[in-house]
């Protein structure tokens, strides 16, 4: 590097700069289906000062959609079928976690990944894995979560970002989202509303936790 009319002070400090760019840290991204917030992830990481990028979109349905999107932009996208395996889950989550970490994977984001994790896999990504759900957890966890708001005469819904664990949507909270549950909602239309600010949290929720 070559600095022109500047005092040793400035050069050192430009140096320094440049010397300790920041890396961005490795997500992949785990779906079972269309993979829309996966998508959401992907785009906000294009942005300059994002701290993470997608290295890796990996799923348990070969013909997922999500795949072929990622494949798209430029993303390396595995189907690792979880039904030659059968009841074991955790044979496939081991084969889950070899990919994972032949890509250098940092951190693991789960986007509509419909399957229940064995201990294995929560354990050995134990605070580096994060996942959405369409609640305001605790309320709410498992499926259904919009009809459930709808029927309980709840005021407002939303959306949760999490750290994974062992119990079902019930790990520590990294951020949430509320949108109001609107006269006349149905589940699709809260479901609608609810999606949008998913895609809008996960990807803060994210940069968050991999930048500690």
């Known amino acids: 590097m070559t600095i022109e009319n500047s005092h040793p ?3 050192r400090s430009a140096v320094s700069k440049d010397a300790v760019s920041p890396t961005k840290a490795k997500v992949a991204v785990l779906i079972s289906g269309r993979g829309s917030n996966m998508t959401a992830l992907v785009e906000a990481a294009r942005a300059p000062d994002c701290p993470y990028e997608v290295v890796l979109v990996l799923s348990n349905r070969p013909d997922a959609e999500g795949l ?4 798209a932009a430029g993303i390396a996208a595995v189907g690792i079928d979880h039904r030659p395996f059968g009841p074991d889950r ?4 081991r084969a889950l976690d070899a990919a994972l970490r032949e890509a250098g994977v940092e951190y693991v984001a789960l986007a509509g990944y419909m399957r229940v ?8 990504w134990a605070g580096r894995m994060i996942n959405i759900h369409p609640s305001l957890l605790p309320k709410y966890p498992g499926l259904d979560t919009h009809r459930r708001a709808i ?6 819904a939303g959306c949760t970002a999490h750290l994974v664990t062992v119990g079902v949507d019930e790990g520590p909270i990294v951020d949430q989202a509320r949108v109001p549950v609107l006269a006349g909602d149905t589940p699709e239309t809260l479901q609608a509303r609810v999606l949008a600010a998913e895609h809008r949290l996960y990807p803060a929720a994210l940069a968050k936790l991999v930048t500690g």
């Open 68 to 71: 072929t999107l990622a494949r």
């Open 151 to 156: 029927e309980a005469g709840d005021g407002e």
């Open 90 to 93: 955790e044979a496939h989550e």
């Open 9 to 11: 002070e400035q050069a």
């Open 117 to 124: 994790l064995t201990p294995f896999l929560v354990e050995a």
